[in-house]
């Protein structure tokens, strides 16, 4: 129960491991149970009971790279992740600067307004001018549309960094000569660095795990691995091995990114309003 | 040239408000603005994306007819509140006691945060594949789990009497985290006079708990709680992926049912006033909660 002041320095109830261990496995259950199912063969998979204790194979892996074309689906998802990011900071950076600094929280107020509409009211008008301009299936339409999840968050995530960068510093550069635009480049963007990094990997989880949008705009050409190891599940024999594979690729770079940013997630995901 | 640089700099100098933003306000105005005003126009319109004639201007006729004829549409409206009511309400007594019950001396903190992120960050496709492997009817190892304990089998996202709280349960494992660290660092800021004051009366830790420790987190549970209900209300992945609104329509909430109607049928002038009625319960819901939280009830 909640601890009151003097508690913090009594040494730790070995008991306190246990507890920990019980409420942590069912967050970790189904990650690793994903993982387990794609070292198992198909008969392994369709056991009952579950097989808890098995010979692990790398089949299911090797199978998926080699039926599917597993590396155009990781470049198209790449390019437009990388695209999107790069985009949304070139283009967000100077405005969140800018509304930290000179405190213009109209303009941060309308663009917050763009979290709350559902995706699917800007899906349907930009996929009817896409097909309209013939862009379904190109880069340029995935990058744009997964710019309107990547530019907000930008937005939002870094004005909080930029408001956590010391005025004085600009201000004594700026008593130095400095124009504003040295300021920000010279001073406010090398301070902020470790937000603009964690903002930028954030815009690439959510590019990267993007459905909705891929679902609609990608094609053939550009399929993205969600939309890739979506198409999995319309095979007539559902192969868990294989799929759970597929799943474990495209989940493990996010995982790996999320925790080298660990400490600024929950900062994003709530758009900057809270920390965790 | 070099007057012309003289002069741009001069204006940024005199005006950097404006250029600084101008990128993100002319790129959000396009990416944005446009699909809002369109998806206003087209609410009021019929127009289907294959017909070759203009749109047909219907007034409030679309929406009159998601109200009072389309039963469809009742259905997804209770489902997206029945979703999002049990979701949020799940995480959020879960994820407040998980973080009541981790806030003790241990080590390993920065552990037990690695482990938090994951369901969050994960990809959703993934998370709804394993779910569905987990909750198969015959072979999954949901089945097996309840199993041991005595209860089921269930049918999970196959019976369509429990296929919502199936669905609550996946989004309850993906964002209970986030309700549990936001409430860790809330719980770390608490400040101890209050406390200290309330031993000396005698209080019991339960006292202290529902007097103290729940009003001053009341903030921050309100924010984190705001953007679970936006998301539940707008939850698409996992739904679309593990049961497309099925079986029959018994999962279809309104974005699942909006996307079928925009992007399958293409009843674009419909889907729009049905995306406008979703946005209005969004906004709806979010201007509820920050009114609670301002302490206006």
Not at chain 1, 132 to 145: E, F, G, N, P, R
Not at chain 2, 83 to 105: D, E, I, Y
Not at chain 2, 134 to 143: F, I, Q
Request: glycine share 8%; charged share 10%; aromatic share 14%.
């Amino acid at each position: 129960m909640l601890r009151v002041s003097g508690g913090g320095r009594d040494r730790v109830n070995p008991w306190t491991y246990v507890l920990l261990a019980v409420l942590l496995i069912p967050f970790l259950f189904p990650l690793g149970w994903m993982f387990l199912s794609s070292l198992k063969s198909q008969v392994q998979n369709t056991a009952y009971p579950p097989l808890w204790v098995f010979s692990p194979t790398l089949g299911n892996y090797r199978e998926v790279f080699q039926k599917n074309p597993f590396f155009t689906f990781t470049v198209n998802s790449l390019v437009v992740a990388l695209g999107s990011t790069g985009l949304a900071l070139l283009l967000g950076l100077p405005g969140a600067y800018a509304i930290a600094r000179f405190k213009r929280t109209g303009i941060a107020l309308a663009i917050l307004t763009a979290r709350i509409a559902p995706g699917i009211g800007y899906l349907i008008p930009w996929f009817i001018l896409f097909t309209k301009a013939k862009m379904i299936d190109t880069y340029a339409a995935l990058i744009l549309t997964h710019l309107i999840v990547a530019l907000p968050l930008v937005l939002w995530v870094m004005i909080g960094f930029f408001e956590d960068v010391p005025g004085d510093l600009i201000e004594s550069a700026r008593i130095d000569g400095c124009t504003h635009f040295a300021a920000f480049l010279r001073i406010a963007l090398p301070l902020a660095k470790p937000g603009i990094v964690a903002t930028g990997i954030l815009a690439f989880i959510f590019s990267w795990n993007n459905f909705l949008f891929s679902l609609i705009i990608a094609g053939f050409k550009t399929r993205t691995l969600p939309i890739a190891v979506y198409s999995f599940l319309s095979y007539e024999e559902i192969n868990w091995g294989g799929l759970t594979a597929a799943a474990t690729v495209i989940t493990l770079p996010v995982l790996l990114l999320a925790l080298l940013v660990q400490k600024h997630i929950v900062r994003g995901l709530t758009l900057g309003a809270l920390k965790g | 040239m070099r007057h012309l640089g003289t002069g741009w700099s001069r204006f940024v100098e005199r005006h950097p408000v404006p250029v600084f933003t101008l990128p993100s306000v002319v790129a959000v105005a396009l990416l944005m603005a446009f699909p809002v005003a369109y998806t206003l126009y087209m609410s009021v319109h019929s127009w289907y994306a294959s017909s070759l004639t203009s749109p047909q201007f219907t007034g409030l006729g679309n929406f009159r007819r998601a109200f009072f004829e389309d039963d469809r549409f009742r259905n997804a409206l209770w489902l997206t509140v029945y979703f999002t009511a049990l979701a949020t309400a799940l995480q959020l007594v879960l994820g407040v006691s998980l973080a009541l019950v981790l806030n003790r001396p241990f080590r390993g903190k920065g552990l037990v945060r690695s482990v938090f992120l994951l369901p969050m960050v994960a990809t959703p496709v993934a998370i709804a594949l394993v779910w569905m492997m987990m909750y198969n009817p015959t072979l999954g190892v949901m089945n097996y789990l309840v199993g041991l304990a005595g209860l089921g089998p269930y049918r999970w996202v196959s019976n369509a009497a429990i296929v919502v709280p199936a669905l609550a349960i996946v989004d309850t494992w993906e964002w209970t985290p986030l309700i549990t660290l936001i409430t860790l660092a809330g719980l770390a800021t608490l400040p101890i006079e209050p406390y200290e004051s309330a031993l000396i009366d005698g209080a019991s830790v339960t006292q202290m708990f529902w007097r103290i420790t729940l009003p001053l987190l009341r903030p921050t549970i309100i924010v984190a709680l705001l953007f679970r209900a936006i998301d539940c209300l707008k939850t698409f992945d996992i739904i679309y992926v593990m049961t497309q609104g099925g079986p029959g329509f018994a999962s279809e909430t309104l974005n699942v049912y909006t996307f079928q109607v925009g992007l399958f049928y293409f009843h674009i002038g419909y889907a729009s006033s049905l995306l406008v009625i979703l946005f209005a319960l969004v906004l709806g819901v979010s201007l509820l909660l920050i009114k609670v939280r301002r302490g206006a009830w």
